[in-house]
């Protein structure tokens, strides 16, 4: 939800004249039924005792609130402040808080995004399946998930993040595991698409995974992330025969480990759907430890993601954002190539992957409010968890530019022609964002190959992928 930040009052009493400097005399929250004391003043930028500037307190409430929303733990925020004798200030921080266990049943496609399924219409793509996730566990921000699949592949995982290791909640621990079996895949991708094989009488692909994640926040905007994951894939003779490199040198099973390091700095006021702030990340990941003596798979990849949104107005906002992903040009199992059109793709281009070693894609937009953010009260809903709706519309004007290195001689042979080359789209879009921190996008985009299409994303763009 993003109502707070768009409307939310506050309230201020003078009873004599404001001294420069006052002190933080007490804080008060209210509406946590659920949720800890400790995690809602872990995310207010002051504290009881605190010297604060008096002409500084609208922009720290501005920057608690923004923190508070950003948990996605709250319908709704307010911080109210009253200033006493002129030299102290009470805080006063009310909540709404969400619904936070929710059953989950699946049904959905399993291509990379929508636009690539709605192609085809593919039945035999869909999965179905059931499971659930709590949010806020023990009132406490932790996630604790459980999901099962059925369809295109069986498919069970378990999650359990963001346990705190201290009362300062800085340091967090988080465990994943996943299995899935498949008997339909993509194999190797050609003109520029995945080609998929599909054996209804034998298992294709088994895959495990299992994650320990390390997560460190010494400050509101910043955290480090590290992960230790292992992974053991199995295929049938099937795929091997006909794509070799599925695995590496016609490897039936890969196990390996794999390291990574991630820094973010997040200073953007609304994280799903962001007007104005900064965006950074820096990720080293590295593929193959030693740990297992006859591992095939040694390789590591640098990305970095810069993304700046400027709100000019209440109408107006400008966002850029520079995407790049660098790996040395070595053999790397099919199984694990990337590119874009994976987790991040160009505009206009959702229907192809351009997979390479390196790639960078820049994108930037200008944003123009259509409905402004406005929030409703659905009165036939009894919960106030569920009946208090948001809404807002915008249009967006859009270029996008990318450039992916890849091996030439195997691109050639597989017609992979978008690869060593520059690609560009451009175009016009709607997007809508809703309560619950939902967002859909129509674009209306032309790319560089000619071609004119209309797209439906289900995330915000110049985003982190």
Known sequence: MIISLFSMPLLAQYNSIVEDTIIVRSIKVIGNNRTSDKIIRRELNFVEGDSIASNNISSIIEKSKENLQNTSLFNSTNIYYTIIAGKFVDFTVTLEERWYFWPSFYFNHTERNFNSWWEEKDLSKLSIGAGFKIKNMRGRNENFKFNSRFGYSTRFEFAYDKIALDKARKHHLGIYYSFQVQDQLPYITRDNRPIFIKDRSEKLLFFQETNFKY?????????????????????????????????????????????????????????????????????????????????????????????????????????????????????????????????????????????GHANVLSQNQAKFTLIQPQTFNMKFIPSPKFSKGFFAAYINVFTDVAYVWSNKYLEIENNNTLANNLIYSYGIGIDFVSYYDKVMRVDFVKNSLGEYGVFINFKASVHKP
């Open 215 to 355: 997560y460190y926040r010494p400050k509101h905007k910043i955290k480090h992330h590290a992960e230790l994951k292992y992974f053991n894939i199995e295929i049938a003779d099937t795929i091997a025969n006909i794509n070799s490199n599925y695995l590496l040198d016609s490897n039936l099973n890969l196990k390996f480990f794999r390291f990574m390091y991630f820094f973010e700095y997040e200073n953007r006021d609304f994280v799903y759907y962001p007007m104005n702030g900064q965006y950074l990340s820096f990720e080293l990941m590295k593929n193959g430890l030693n740990f297992i003596s006859n591992n095939k798979y040694n390789d590591y990849s640098i990305s970095v993601v810069l993304i700046h949104h400027k709100k000019i107005n209440n109408y107006i906002s400008l966002a850029s954002g520079v995407f790049s992903c660098y790996s040395p040009n070595t053999p790397k199992p099919y199984a694990f190539r990337r590119g874009l059109g994976y987790k991040k793709s160009l505009r206009g281009f959702e229907y192809y992957t351009i997979e």
